[in-house]
T-cell receptor, first 116, second 113 residues
Framework: NAGVTQTPKFQVLKTGQSMTLQCAQDMNHEYMSWYRQDPGMGLRLIHYSVGAGITDQGEVPNGYNVSRSTTEDFPLRLLSAAPSQTSVYFC???????????????FGPGTRLTVL | TQLLEQSPQFLSIQEGENLTVYCNSSSVFSSLQWYRQEPGEGPVLLVTVVTGGEVKKLKRLTFQFGDARKDSSLHITAAQPGDTGLYLCAGEGRASGTYKYIFGTGTRLKVLA
């Protein structure tokens, strides 16, 4: 299993450009999420999905869109990049356990995005 | 909004010393996880605690979930340079029937040889 894969690893954008960060997992996990990590702020949840066709907002969803057409893929779209979106982006997946809890989240290697 | 605050934010200690990292919230979490993150990589799970008052041990690491499931601590005994990294707590919250993980602000630990 490849686990959680993310592409690209690095990206530089100009203000106003749009792009899609790709995330895929081959573990058949129903739960997938996107986080951004900024210095001194830990990981902040952008959007998440509990299954194909179901998405919901996290703590910081503004400026980002997601879709979940398949169990495997969960792309994150930046509609009009802004310097405030300069960050490291992590995708993660998980599966539910008996009792309603979710197991550990498996993280991808991250995408380092710079918006000029 | 559910928030998790970690303390201290930074910690630099000598090899062999003991340390405790705290993760506090005013919200109740259904479970709480601790992760460690190395530079350039994603976080990796260390432990999950589910029951209030639960204590789990992983070699020299001891994790405790508060009785009210609002806080947790991570204690490292006889720290080693290999323990260096960013430690993150994450609470599994349930609001309006949805499932969200909320991460703490992180504790950056450096263990000097």
């Amino acid at each position: 299993n490849a686990g959680v894969t993310q592409t690209p690893k690095f990206q530089v954008l100009k203000t106003g450009q749009s792009m899609t960060l790709q995330c895929a997992q081959d573990m058949n996990h129903e739960y997938m999420s996107w986080y951004r990590q900024d210095p001194g702020m830990g990981l902040r949840l952008i959007h998440y999905s509990v299954g194909a066709g179901i998405t919901d907002q996290g703590e910081v969803p503004n400026g980002y869109n997601v879709s979940r057409s398949t169990t495997e893929d969960f792309p994150l779209r930046l509609l009009s990049a802004a310097p405030s979106q300069t960050s490291v982006y992590f995708c993660a997946s998980s599966y539910s356990l008996a009792g309603g809890h979710y197991n550990e989240q498996f993280f991808g290697p991250g995408t380092r995005l710079t918006v000029l | 909004t559910q928030l998790l605050e970690q303390s201290p934010q930074f910690l630099s200690i000598q090899e062999g010393e003991n340390l405790t990292v705290y993760c506090n919230s005013s919200s109740v979490f259904s479970s709480l996880q601790w992760y460690r993150q190395e530079p350039g990589e994603g976080p990796v799970l260390l432990v999950t605690v589910v029951t209030g008052g639960e204590v789990k041990k992983l070699k020299r690491l001891t994790f405790q979930f508060g009785d009210a499931r609002k806080d947790s601590s991570l204690h490292i005994t006889a720290a080693q340079p290999g323990d260096t990294g960013l430690y993150l707590c994450a609470g599994e919250g349930r609001a309006s029937g949805t499932y969200k993980y909320i991460f703490g602000t992180g504790t950056r630990l450096k263990v000097l040889a």
